[in-house]
């Protein structure tokens, strides 16, 4: 089993509407998540950050974690044709290390 | 905001060669990191540093060595570039603590070993 898993998509949805992306951990001891974003040919940029269970809103973008569940889930309101990118969930796993997941895929259709 | 750069954006080397690549971050990290992405694959953590002359390997090393001399820079050396690493080389850095593990990343560079 991987220790972050995401479907790698691509995921479809019309721009205006919400996108839902998931992520599954394997660590039960894992604290911190991430949520990247990359556009094509460019580096991973942090978005989203969360630490406790429940919801993390920012603007747009709502971040939600369920450690009991082992997973995390990233929500985009309101979907722009610019949100079209693939989203990278992170994991840290132990003390020092960050884990990614494959990404997922996101294409906002105008 | 935080600065990471990245020597070189683009890159073309032969098998055999000694690969630098260099990484500078401005806000003072302790904390330094390189991966390779590659599709299908993610990313996959090479090496890191938690502070001036430290390092650690990570999940594939090999092939792979690296260098801190002084906080702000992390460089990655490939000592025999192979086919196989040709690759997007991404640098990140963040600061330590137990909660924040937010990595920052430079521009990344793209090398192809031919």
């Known amino acids: 089993q991987k220790e972050v898993e995401q479907n790698s998509g691509p995921l479809s949805v019309p721009e205006g509407a919400i996108a839902s992306l998931n992520c599954t951990y394997s660590?039960?001891?894992?604290?911190?998540f991430f949520w990247y974003r990359q556009y094509s040919g460019k580096s991973p940029e942090l978005i989203m950050s969360?630490?406790?269970?429940g919801d993390k809103e920012d603007g747009r973008f709502t971040a939600q974690l369920n450690k009991a569940s082992q997973y995390v889930s990233l929500l985009i309101r309101d979907s722009q044709p610019s949100d079209s990118a693939t989203y990278l969930c992170a994991v840290k796993v132990g003390y020092q290390k960050v884990t990614f997941g494959t990404g997922t895929k996101l294409q906002v259709i105008p | 905001d935080v600065k990471v750069t990245q020597s070189s954006r683009y890159l073309v080397k032969r098998t055999g060669e000694k690969v630098f690549l260099e990484c500078v971050q401005d806000m003072d990290h302790e904390n330094m990191f390189w991966y390779r992405q590659d599709p299908g694959l993610g990313l996959r953590l090479i090496y890191f540093s938690y502070d001036v002359k430290m390092k650690e390997k990570g999940d594939i090393p090999e092939g792979y060595s690296v260098s801190r001399e002084k906080k702000e820079r992390f460089s990655l050396i490939l000592e025999s570039a192979s086919t196989n690493q040709t690759s997007m080389y991404l640098c990140a850095s963040r600061t330590p603590g137990t909660h924040l593990y937010e990595q920052y990343f430079g521009p990344g560079t793209r090398l192809t070993v031919t």
């Open positions: 969360i630490y406790s269970n």
């Open positions: 660590d039960r001891g894992s604290q911190s």
